[in-house]
């Protein structure tokens, strides 16, 4: 059993079978370091774009003993990463982030992508449509109040439609209870938002939408 929260925990057992990860936004290095002690992967570069989450990680690593298989690098996204990778993890930041990241990525070889982006999923979805990515798996996870959507994608196309794009294909083919807690959130905040607005057509959207995601759980 993993020391992760529940959240990391869901990105780490998709790490299993790969060589190297590129962690991308690693903050305390927990990810790569747990891969690494429970042999799931051999190498890893915990990367981040600032030094005070680097100096964390960086302490962490040590405290496990694994300098020899993770290397820290102070790097805006993939900036200043040289390491050939087959598994690149970017997680706990919005999707426009996330998708500003892989956008200025110029690796070309088949990598897994597993990312957690805490707001704007569909954004990163649609990156991964017109990138020729397909997603294999994914889910939905709620960590400190905060839900996360977790995708992992590797090479492959897919189209998707805007329903797809925001809460993901394949957790609407299986709908949990998490799922139904994250669609009655989402509605009561419209129902929230309809209170205080006066104007017509911004009444007709917001009901639209809550019509939109009373669909999606029936
Ligand atoms: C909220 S933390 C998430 C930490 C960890 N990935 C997790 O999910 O628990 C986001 C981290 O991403 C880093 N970050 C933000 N933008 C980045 C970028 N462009 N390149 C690398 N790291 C970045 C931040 O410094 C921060 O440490």
Redesign the pocket.
């Known amino acids: 059993m993993s020391a992760l929260s529940l959240r990391?925990n869901q990105a780490l057992i998709r790490l299993k079978g790969f060589h190297t990860l590129i962690d991308?936004?690693?903050?305390h290095a927990l990810l790569p370091i747990e891969a690494i002690r429970m042999g799931y992967i051999q190498r890893a570069i915990a990367?981040?774009?600032?030094q005070k989450?680097l100096d964390n990680a960086k302490k962490n690593i040590v405290k496990a003993r694994l300098e020899g298989a993770i290397d820290v690098c102070l790097?805006?996204?993939f900036d200043q990463v040289e390491a050939t990778f087959d598994v690149v993890t970017i997680?706990?930041?919005g999707g426009h982030?996330i998708n500003d990241?892989l956008m200025r990525a110029k690796f070309s070889q088949p990598v897994r992508l597993i990312l957690?982006p805490n707001k704007d999923a569909d954004v990163v979805r649609i990156w991964l449509e017109e990138n020729h990515y397909q997603i294999i798996d994914e889910s939905l996870i709620i960590d400190k109040r905060v839900f996360y959507q977790l995708i992992v994608a590797e090479a492959g196309e897919m189209r998707l439609s805007p329903i797809e794009r925001e809460f993901g294909p394949i957790v609407l083919k299986r709908p949990n209870g998490t799922f139904n807690d994250y669609i009655h959130t989402l509605i009561r905040q419209q129902e929230h938002a309809l209170k205080n607005v006066k104007q017509g057509d911004e009444k007709d959207k917001i009901t639209a939408r809550i019509q939109v995601l009373k669909g999606v759980i029936q």
Not at 24 to 27: K, S, V
């Open positions: 990391l991308i936004g690693t903050d990367v981040d774009n600032k989450p790097s805006d996204g997680l706990g930041m982030l990241i957690a």
